[in-house]
């Protein structure tokens, strides 16, 4: 009985499944003969034996591992179980999907400004994916020393050189401290690629990088709506006709004499207004008109073309003499 009791078959599959964790391993057990391996969607299975890697599995479903697995196995191609024997290997589980993940600076960034001798202090908030891509580096970096890796490993990873790049590429190429959003695409493609690059080393891809916003002190924020409330008011002139116009749509707001005084203070001056666009339309349309004098006009008095000093208009045919 206890002879039997060691050639139990077991089951390699990744146990107790976390959407957030990007591979865990099955270690330390003896795979005996009849054992199966199950691999399910967004799963990737790597045989490692000794340390090394044996082969990588990607097709989901249910494997007997003598006849399905281990004939795929460099090394243990030629393995045959015995009635007391089996193998010490560890199965690696790789969540292949790709992750996305929010991230924000903990403390502002002191981006150099030339009227600032300390510095613009900035916080910025966005997201980046990333995916594995090299297991071999996934395995000599990581998964050589760990059980199972996260998301959260992942970000501290991210969030440790951010300041860094956030600083290079927002002071690259003297980019306009008071509207970095502008320059949002220019500064997220410039990071991604670097983030990339160092993430690399341990067998993970940068596939996307997205900085959301930028965040200002509370000072520069209100000298900002300062400025962009005084660059709509503009034209003064004609910020004034339309609350002239708008008040007498919907009512001055003020009641009794006063009220009464105001309408007809706007009324009078939208008056005069109108009384100066009538003269000077006039004034044009007689410029225009034939003089009666035996002089061709410059323009047509009936469709406004050019005469050229014609008797007839070229467009109208309207006589001009």
Same mark, same amino acid.
């Given at each position: ?18 959407? /957030?964790? =990007?591979?865990?391993?099955? %270690?330390?057990?003896?795979? +005996?003969? &009849?054992?199966?391996?199950? @691999? #399910? !969607? ?25 006849? /399905?697995? =281990?004939?795929?196995?460099? %090394?243990?191609?030629?393995? +045959?179980? &015995?009635?007391?024997?089996? @193998? #010490? !290997? ?232």
């Amino acid at each position: 009985m206890g002879l039997f009791s060691k050639q139990l078959a077991n089951v390699v599959e990744w146990e107790e499944y976390r959407d /957030d964790c =990007i591979f865990w391993k099955w %270690t330390n057990r003896e795979i +005996k003969k &009849g054992s199966k391996l199950i @691999i #399910r !969607a967004g799963q990737d299975a790597i045989f490692m034996y000794n340390g090394k890697m044996e082969g990588v599995f990607k097709d989901e479903g249910s494997f007997d591992i003598e006849s /399905d697995i =281990i004939p795929f196995l460099s %090394t243990l191609k030629g393995f +045959k179980f &015995g009635f007391n024997s089996g @193998i #010490r !290997a560890e199965v690696l589980f790789v969540n292949t999907k790709e992750f996305t993940v929010k991230w924000g600076t903990k403390n502002p960034i002191a981006i150099p400004a030339p009227s600032l001798p300390g510095g613009m202090p900035i916080r910025a908030f966005g997201t980046f994916s990333f995916k594995v891509s090299d297991y071999l580096c996934l395995i000599d970096k990581v998964a050589g020393v760990k059980q199972t890796y996260s998301v959260e490993d992942i970000r501290e990873r991210v969030t440790a050189v951010l300041d860094q790049l956030l600083m290079k590429w927002i002071s690259k190429e003297g980019k306009d401290m008071f509207n970095l959003q502008a320059n949002a695409y220019d500064i997220s493609a410039g990071i991604k690629d670097d983030l990339d690059m160092q993430m690399s080393k341990i067998g993970i891809a940068i596939t996307d990088f997205n900085v959301s916003s930028f965040s200002y002190p509370e000072e520069i924020q209100k000298m900002q709506n300062k400025a962009a409330s005084q660059s709509m008011v503009g034209d003064m002139n004609r910020y004034t006709q339309m609350a002239m116009a708008d008040s007498i749509g919907k009512g001055s707001g003020h009641s009794g004499i006063a009220g009464d005084m105001m309408s007809m203070q706007m009324g009078m001056q939208m008056g005069q207004q109108m009384m100066q666009q009538m003269k000077e339309a006039n004034n044009a349309s007689q410029q225009s008109a034939p003089t009666g004098n035996g002089t061709v006009p410059k323009f047509c008095p009936e469709c406004g073309s050019p005469t050229n000093g014609a008797k007839f208009c070229s467009n109208c045919g309207q006589k001009l003499i």
